[in-house]
């Protein structure tokens, strides 16, 4: 099963990313570039005090939510799954 279309890796805008496409990107906690993949954009309450989480992105190595910006620029992916 693919996740996304198959693609050459090239750099782009997050938001050029369609729901579904695997890219790679250095988020805060990382060191160096993670698979994650575009999910559709994810908004709630976490504690009570309108602190308002966003997320709209998944990092496929542990399943973790982040926040990628609409500008900032990401690598687009050609991976699929394998059964393992």
Known sequence: MRIGKEYKPY????KSL???????YEGEYDEGDCLYMKIQRVEYDASGFHD?????AVKLEDGSLTFVEDNDIVT?????IEEG
Do not use: P, Q
């Open 11 to 14: 750099e782009l805008k997050f």
């Open 76 to 80: 687009i992916a050609n991976v699929y």
């Open 18 to 24: 369609n729901i579904g496409d695997a890219f790679y």
């Open 52 to 56: 308002i989480e966003k997320y709209n």
